[in-house]
């Protein structure tokens, strides 16, 4: 089959179909059990920068419930319970995300491997594309593997755990930025998205990894630069493909984190949401040693096939759905 | 004064930045899967014509230009001010020589143009794409040389100058774009 000569609707229909398949025989031939977990969930991701659906409660004495934006807290639960290696490949929801790579729903591929540590997670998301370029047809990809600190000095020449928050705003004006001052986290992410990202090379991968404490989300803090967190993410060209994590499995942590995130909602004027209780108690019980990921099927579709815009490989666009 | 959100921001709209009025010409929304999202905007100055690059915090809430374009009728000149009315209202209104630099040769009274108006008084004028005016001065036409190799300066009766065929006499009525200052053809009246 090839990957790149018809472009008719059913041959995208036959691309995806054909992709869907390849992943799943990749994480069978390595023995990763494929789950379902539950789209609707009283409980909802608190992260300050997505935005959750939200519909009839499914318990009486709740307000509402909420679609999730990633399957994690119930991946966990059942890592919790001893599941082993697991991966799902489904639909998940975020709220008001419409532009050339966003669509309010997508298929998010998300797998757990236990006693994997960051590197060797990530270097195992680097398999599975390397794998499906194969599979399409397409030849070996070049991988460039460096640290969150590496990429900003080489790119930017910026260190990013050494320069203070209003160096970082100075630049961010002199490259356009209009506004009221950045904080420190969001400074980053303007030079990260609006700096770096249109510098990487068009059909090479990027590692990156030991992003800022900061932008922890659910991942260990780095056991030997506090500033740093076990976090990486692997981009294709500019475009965020995936998403990793060596797991926080320390609850009170956790829960401090969702707690701060609330707080965070609050101060910007958005609702608090409805922490994950269930979570909590599933690390308190004993989350084992692992890491996790999540990659955007639609976005690899897309740049497997060398398109530009998410809308070229999804058969329904959300306007038309 | 009303304002746009950033979720608002779209091809055409216009808005004010640092005093200026500025129309969007493109728009990309930029959201990191963990992060703050940003709007990546290009800009057209309406005053200066340049355009430029900026990148708004998403959510953030930017100011309104009161900018609207109009057809109006060029009246005159009182050597100073450029003088246009609104056809259908009657209301006139003064632009300044700025206003109307890149345009004005090609304007002859009661000639309809389109005008910007930024807080109700004209901050750019376009004339029509088309315009046709007499010749006032030229060399005298080569007769039976409808070749069009080779042309010719000519003066028009509103003082812009135009390359013209060498067969196209003085006083002859002639059609040209105003978008790239060219000859078109001439008019049979």
Redesign the interface.
Known sequence: MSATSNQSPLSLLRQRAFLLTEIRTFFQQRKVLEVETPILSSAANTDLQIEVFSTQPIKPDKSSAFLRTSPEFFHKRLLAQGSGDIFEMAKVFRYGETTRLHNPEFTLLEWYRLDFDLKQLMFEVVELVQYLRQQMGLDVMTINTCSYQQIFIEKLSIDPFKTSADELNRLAIEAGYHGEPLDLTAALDFMFAIRLEPQLQKDEGYLIYDFPVEQAALSQVHPDYPDRCLRFEFLWGGVELANGYQELTDANEQLKRFEQDNHNRQIRGKDKLPIDQHLITALQQGLPGCSGVAVGVDRLLMCLLGKDDINEVLAFMAKNS | MSVYST?QFKNGLKIL?DGDPYTIVDN???????????N?VKIKNLKNGRT??????SG?KVDAADVMETYMQYLYTDGEFYHFMDPDTYEQFEAPREAVEDCIKWLKEEDICTVVLWNNSPLTVEPPNFVELKIVETDPGVRGDTSGGGGKPATLETGAVVQVPLFVPEGEIIKVDTRSGEYVSRVKK
């Not at chain 2, 990309?28 to 940003?38: I, L, S, T």
């Open positions: 979720s930045l990309q929304e930029v959201k990191p899967g963990k992060g703050q999202a940003f990546r430029i690059e900026k990148t708004f915090k953030e």
